[in-house]
Structure formats: C-alpha cells, structure tokens
C-alpha cells in the first residue's frame, strides 16, 4: 500500500493558490483571474478584428496559451459551428480551443496496492515526469484539460510535494503528475447506463453527412448531438492509413475509460501525434476506429479525425457508460460483442 507521510500531508495543506500561480508545471498561471479561459490547441490561431474569417487578421495567439474570454458571439457562420469568442483586440473562433479550468484536488491519501484510480486533468494542462536513477527527473508528455488517466501510486514528486504514479497501458512503464492535478473520479459517475435493458435492444446511428450521431433504446431516440468524423481525403498511399472513417454495419468490440493513443514517445515534440489519456473510447473496428472524447479542437459538425469518430469529452463518457459490453471499474479495457453501430456515408 503506498502511503503519504503526515510531513507530505502537512506540506501539501500549506500550499496556496498563488504558490501554485508560479509553479514550473503550469507555466503562465501566474495570469489565473476567474473569468472564462480557453487554451489555444493547435499551433497557432489568428485573431480577427470582427466574428468571421473574411475580416482582418490583428493579432494570434500560440499553442498553450490560456486567453480570456470576455463574450461568445454567435456569428452564424461557419454554419456547423458559428461560436467566435470576443477575447482582448478581437475575436477567436473557438474550433482550435478548448475550454478550460483551473481546479485544484485534494490528494488521495492511499492507493491499496495492487489497484488503480481513474482520474481525470482538471487544469488546463500539466507537465508530466518520469524518473530514472540515470538521469533524474525529466519532463516528457504534456497532458491536458479533460484527459483520464489510471493512478497506481502516490509518490513524492521533483518538488517534495505529493505527485500520482500514473499508469499507461501503451508505454509500459510509470510517469508522474502534480496529485492536486488530478481528480479521482468516483465509481458511480462511470457506471453503467441502464444495464438491463437487451443487447438488441440499443444502437448506434451515425451519418456522416450531416455528422450527426444518434443513439436508439426500444427504437426511441434517447441522444443525439453532432460528432467530428474522419476527413475524407481517404488514403493517399498505400503505407498511409486511411483517414476516413468507414459506412458499414459494426459492433462495439472494446471499451477504454483511458486510452493512450499514438506510438507512445514519452518525449514527443507537441506537434507530434501522441495524445495520452484519451477519454472514454469504444472501439468498433479491428482497425482501431472508435468513439472517444476529445480534448484538442472545439470543430464539432465537420470532419476533423484521423478515422475516429471524436465527440465532446461529457458525450462520449454517457455513450461509454450506455453501450455495451458493460465495463467493470477496476479494468483497463473491457472486450466482449456489443452495441450494434450503424454509420452511413
């Protein structure tokens, strides 16, 4: 059983919210205020002087920068997603940001041994480290708003403060994060969705022409809202995988509260395709193709994935719970013949 001393405890209770402004893992909070924040997820996006694309551009902002956000302005175009933020000198579409918090969680003071905690980031985002007798402590993967990830350890971290042992089912060996980062989720905010009703009974309808996902129990619409499918620009070469997501009949075939998604280099630069703690994913292709959360754009209503059908993280954590095969809390990953899909071109 790995435990915090009372010296930790104690330590970690006398930490103060302007402390934490200036800590070396959440660089630029030192601007924290309480209005309405998002961080900026791609490389860069452009600040334009009224709400749409055609007017002048008068400023940008960069990846990981957190900006805040005065008014949402509902321009009416682009017409799938016409939200622009006024944000200071202009306005941002929101379709490369996410929206944020800053929220600080008291650590867990034990994780029986042998178990595992699912939890989720709850600052915009947060340096994660590994160390190795050789080498110390050094940075590797960046983690952001919203990912879930498995805890198996409470250790203390670079600076004395209490840090989680995170557990990655793709890299095969530990990194750590700031434990005020991370909030436990509790059992029963993931357990199953009306768990009795039938197999035959539930399914899955996508459309990817209108983007458009749908959810049926007793052939009554209990959920719909509009998804990111896979850009259809298919495979441009044999050695590449196809980015389009496929039409056809399935059947959810896994499910991963987590699931790291990439080649699983803990020292990926930021541009690279390494996004850890990928949240609620329901796989229904042997390809890898699945239903998860999202937390690198804001585009919903048009193409945006490499396949995957992306959705909002709080929408994609109702279908994990909903579908079929049920899923037990303390596993990584549940198999079994599930939820029928149907998506149609």
């Not at 944020?100 to 178990?115: A, D, M, Q, R, S």
């Not at 995988?241 to 998604?261: A, C, D, L, N, V």
Request: net charge neutral.
């Amino acid at each position: 059983m790995t435990r915090l001393s009372r010296r930790d405890f104690l330590k970690l209770s006398s930490l103060t919210l302007t402390g934490l402004a200036f800590s070396p893992f959440l660089p630029g909070m030192e601007l924290f205020d309480d209005s309405e924040q998002v961080r900026v997820a791609s490389a860069s996006v452009s600040v334009y002087s009224q709400p749409n694309d055609q007017s002048r551009i008068v400023g940008q902002w960069f990846r990981d920068e957190l900006v805040n956000v005065y008014k949402e302005v509902n321009s009416g175009t682009p017409t799938y997603n016409p939200i622009w933020y006024r944000v200071w000198g202009g306005y941002i579409h929101r379709a490369r940001l996410q929206k944020v918090k800053v929220l600080f969680n008291e650590p867990l003071t034990t994780i029986p041994e042998g178990t595992r905690q699912l939890t989720e980031l709850t600052v915009p985002y947060t340096q994660a480290m590994r160390y190795t007798k050789t080498y110390g402590w050094q940075p590797n993967l960046r983690l952001y708003y919203g990912s879930v990830h498995w805890v198996d350890g409470i250790e203390e971290g670079p600076d004395g403060q209490p840090w989680y042992r995170i557990f990655d089912e793709l890299v095969g060996f530990p990194y750590h994060v700031m434990a005020i980062h991370l909030r436990p989720i509790p059992t029963e905010e993931w357990s199953p969705i009306t768990p009795d009703t039938p197999l035959e009974d539930k399914r899955i309808e996508v459309n990817l022409s209108t983007q458009i996902l749908t959810t049926y129990e007793y052939d009554q619409v209990v959920f719909q809202t509009n998804i990111s499918s896979g850009i259809p620009a298919g495979r441009p070469s044999p050695k590449v995988i196809s980015t389009k997501t496929p039409s056809g009949e399935f059947r959810i075939m896994s499910k991963y509260p987590s699931k790291h998604m990439g080649n699983g280099n803990l020292f990926a630069d930021l541009d690279d395709y390494e996004l850890p703690g990928v949240p609620w994913t329901t796989f229904f292709t042997e390809s890898g193709i699945a239903f998860h959360g999202t937390y690198w754009h804001e585009n919903f209503g048009t193409p945006m994935s490499r396949g995957c059908i992306n959705m909002r993280i709080h929408e994609a954590k109702w279908l994990f719970r909903w579908v079929q095969p049920l899923h037990k809390s303390d596993r990584i990953f549940t198999p079994g013949y599930g939820t029928r899909v149907l998506i149609t071109p």
